[in-house]
């Protein structure tokens, strides 16, 4: 439908919208129109991301000068998923627009014939004239949006001259060079890091000059050499393009899709990657520094956005990674050597830029195709100033690397020596001992790693995977000295033994990042309009005072159905009524322990098709899985389900889950066990009969014996006066809800959400589930004993089983008339509630009127 919000001509590809659709894109539209950041909740399985699509490209298209759409998402399905629904709004927007088009030129025709009604000779003369005219080509098709289905693929076409910023729409999705890599070499090694290097080795600027100057001396990758003999004159034709029609798409002219998109970039009105090309300095400044700051930042499914910020800023280093980082040097130094005999002037001209102050000063870039690094602290952070004297000679800053190498050593090996133990300082105390034990200054380690970055492009290293101990080593050293200074946002954490293997030793330093504000900061004061969404936000007034911001709108929206399709159980006690959780002095019982056991058994036995089961940490998973197969509960399980279990491995889970769902479609049913906080429970989706029920034993607290989280909690009570028990229950709990929003993806879909652990029943953990759950937690549901729940589960299945009543499905979508009337006329603005409080109820009202 096509309706008017607000003002503002919005595109949204369906007949029918749900009322907190609507909410969410007036809502959406309010912050844009502040020009402010927003936090907003909406119930999964509720169309969050066309949404945000229709609204924000509707947006664009009314007001050209808005900036690019920046659409960050977590994982490749979900990005492949944005463009699909992306194509599908603009294919919409492009059908409307060619449709009143058309009516115009019709209307303009009818009156013109009209007009000249009599005029006889001139009308025949030109209607011969028409006759003997070419006829009119039609309009072009845009896109084929036609939603998600199996064996399609979308045919991502130009775009017609219309579309965000007044000209045609490009779309781009950007990914690692895993996922664009189109040489079969390449393409052939097993890892992330292996491609990375395989690609640089063939991409290097010495590597390319020098087959140029001597054809068939060194293997180049011919995608990539096209790509560079065409160079800036490449345009991309206007259309949505996933990852696999840009692999398509380049290598059907012979260029590399990785540096092709790329270089397309600033010239995309949509881009769609990952949160680590915005939020990961080192990745940042190399991908998005160009980016306008009218953009638009989109962060989807962002309920653990404080966890990536102060990922993308922490740095550990262990004895072995110390040891790799020595061999390492001792590299450097023979390559320098050798090159002070073979090519002295090279080094020369690398001194003379840094004397210069060249390339910290962003005058001398490195190409895209270089092995180069980007420093993790944050370009405000960093003097831009001349490379200190003492750092700028080559074997200079080997030697200076040697000592701050070898201090880290003898940290290391004093705390897990016998009078060692876990330490904690600041950096500022840290950065005391290294530049007194060492006699360096600090203000060299702020350009460690930058100098590294130069020095390896100098001597033209293009396996920087053999150097990544190193420039860990750089980049804490660079880290370090940048926020040693004024209120310590940081934590040096130095424990002997941080190994999860019994028995075995492994000492390690951590700087650990406290402030997750610290990584984001920049976004908010850079870009216009940053929307944080997600379908598990609550409690959302904490996110403010984490990521220190104020947010224009803050919502959470429940979701509207014509059917109790979600029903939370709380099961607190087993069948004997004993209580069960995994608290850590009841985890070990071997009571609870069957209750577990025979309470699985029992809703396996009663729930068709699939269930998933999560666990709070990889370790309970197994102990429990072992001691299940030692009482025979796991044979009395297969009895009605297949078992598949969820592991470390990225290959075993995914075989895992494809045999899983085939258990599933051939209705044999299996139950699949899954970890909070691993993989499956953050990317993977259990709809319609691959999940009928998500069981979530216990609660998924974070391991409070950590030394880092316990700095992080202190921090966090210290400056934000957060308490630590509310920041533990509210990570706990939102984890726990994503784990069970896994169930449920649209209002025609039902699902079981029990949470497996007496303390739900509390109102400090349940208050904190999302509103969209808690509507539906009723207090029946609470404090249940595993016979009590059965009963529940039995008639909730016994009701989903019905035929859907089509009337009542209808009666939660509202009609092009319903959301007109829904739309306040303009006279009459200043007249309803004045600051916005009175939204939801306001629409509800004109709704049943």
């Keep these: 439908m096509r309706f008017d919000l607000d003002g503002l001509d919005v595109f949204f590809p369906y007949d029918r919208i749900y009322l907190e659709q609507h909410q969410y894109m007036r809502s959406l539209k309010q912050s844009l129109d502040a020009g402010g950041h927003c936090l907003l909740e909406m119930p999964t399985g509720t169309g969050k991301t066309v949404c945000l699509l229709s609204l924000i490209t509707s947006y664009q298209f009314a007001k050209p000068s808005t900036g690019k759409l920046i659409y960050c998402t977590r994982t490749v399905p979900e990005m492949n998923h944005v463009m699909e629904e992306l194509a599908t709004v603009l294919d919409y927007r492009a059908k409307e627009l060619a449709k009143a088009e058309n009516q115009d030129e019709r209307q303009a025709v009818g009156s013109e014939s009209i007009e000249d009604m009599g005029g006889g000779q001139q009308a025949a003369a030109e209607g011969s004239h028409e006759e003997l005219s070419p006829p009119k080509k039609k ?34 999705c950007l990914s690692s060079r895993r996922n664009m890599c189109v040489h079969e070499r390449v ?97 940042a400044k190399m991908v998005s520094k160009e980016l306008e700051s009218e953009s638009i930042v989109v962060f989807d499914e962002a309920h653990n956005i404080d966890s990536v910020c102060i990922e993308a800023l922490s740095v550990t280093i262990n004895d072995r990674g110390l040891e790799q980082a020595t061999r390492s040097l001792g590299r450097l130094a023979s390559e320098v050597s050798r090159m002070k005999k073979s090519d002295t002037q090279r080094l020369q001209n690398e001194y003379q830029n840094l004397l210069n102050g060249l390339i910290d000063q962003g005058l001398i870039d490195a190409p895209a195709n270089e092995a180069g690094l980007a420093s993790n602290a944050l370009s405000p952070d960093v003097l831009n100033e001349a490379v200190p004297g003492n750092i700028r000679r080559a074997e200079h800053f080997i030697a200076f690397m040697k000592k701050v190498v070898e201090h880290l050593k003898a940290r290391l090996r004093s705390v897990a020596g016998p009078n060692g133990g876990v330490q904690s300082e600041t950096p500022l105390a840290f950065l005391h001992r290294l530049t007194h034990g060492t006699a360096l200054e600090a203000k060299p380690l702020r350009f460690a790693y930058s100098r590294l970055s130069s020095l390896l492009r100098t ?59 610290l990584a984001i900061a920049p976004l908010f004061k850079r870009f216009g309009s940053v929307i944080i969404t997600s379908g598990t936000l609550s409690p959302i007034d904490l996110y403010p005072k984490l990521l220190q911001f104020k947010p224009c709108v803050s919502v959470s929206l429940t979701m509207s159905t014509f059917r109790p399709c979600i029903r939370p159980l709380v099961i607190a006690r087993g069948s004997d009524q004993l209580a069960v959780s995994t608290k850590y002095e009841d985890r070990g019982d071997m009571g609870v322990i069957r209750n577990y056991g025979a309470m699985l058994v029992e809703l396996c036995s009663c729930i068709p098709d699939g269930v998933v089961a999560f666990f ?101 009570q210290t400056h ?106 303009p006279e009459n603005l200043n007249e309803t509630a004045g600051e916005g409080g009175a939204m939801v109820e306001s629409e509800t009202n004109l709704l049943l009127s």
């Design 187 to 283: 393409m052939a090694e097993s890892d992330r890091e292996a491609v990375d290097a395989a690609c640089r080795s063939l991409t290097a600027s010495w590597v390319v000059e020098e087959a140029r100057k001597n054809p068939g001396s060194q293997e180049t990758c011919s995608y990539f050499d096209s790509f560079q003999a065409v160079g800036e004159s490449i345009t991309m034709p206007s259309g949505v393009y996933d990852l696999q029609e840009l692999k398509e798409w380049g290598k059907g002219r012979g260029w590399c899709p990785y540096y092709l998109t790329r270089q397309a970039i600033n010239h995309a009105n949509i881009l769609v990657f990952n949160y680590q090309y915005m939020l990961d300095p080192k990745v």
């Design 720 to 825: 934000y006066q957060i308490r630590e028990q509310d920041f533990l229950n509210f990570d706990a709990i939102r984890q726990a809800s994503q784990c069970v929003g896994r169930v449920i993806r649209s209002k025609t879909d039902y699902g079981l959400m029990i949470f497996a652990d007496s303390r739900y029943s509390r109102h400090d953990k349940r208050s904190k589930l999302p509103k969209w759950i808690l509507n539906f937690l009723s207090d029946g549901y609470l404090n249940l004993s595993t016979d009590m729940a059965m009963q529940h589960v039995r008639h909730f299945l016994r009701l989903m089983g019905q035929p859907i009543d089509q009337e009542a499905l209808q009666s939660v979508l509202l009609t092009l008339d319903e959301v007109n009337r829904m739309n306040p006329p």
């Design 139 to 172: 309009p072009r098709k845009v896109i084929n949006g036609k939603g998600k289905r199996k064996g399609v693929r979308l045919h991502m076409g130009p775009l017609s001259n219309k579309g965000a910023g007044g000209s045609g729409v490009l779309a781009l």
């Design 616 to 716: 709070t940490s990889y370790s309970y998973m197994e102990s429990l899985v072992s001691e299940w197969d030692a009482v025979g509960i796991l044979r009395e399980l297969t009895k009605s389900k297949l078992v598949f279990i969820e592991t470390k491995d990225v290959v075993e889970t995914t075989l895992a889950l494809d045999n899983y769902r085939r258990a599933c479609d051939c209705g044999r049913g299996a139950v699949f066990l899954s970890v909070a906080r691993g993989k499956v429970s953050e990317g993977i989706n259990f709809d319609r009969h691959y999940g009928r029920a998500v069981i979530m034993f216990g609660v998924p607290f974070q391991y409070t014996l950590s030394h880092v989280l316990r700095a992080r909690l202190e921090y966090l």
């Design 459 to 517: 001597l033209q290293v293009s396996n920087l995977d053999d150097f990544n101990s190193l420039t860990d080593v750089a980049d804490f050293a660079t880290l370090l000295a940048t926020y040693s200074e004024g209120v310590a946002k940081f934590a040096i954490i130095m424990e002997p033994n941080a190994s999860s293997i019994p028995g075995a030793i492994d000492p390690v330093i951590q700087l650990a990042c406290l402030d997750s504000s």
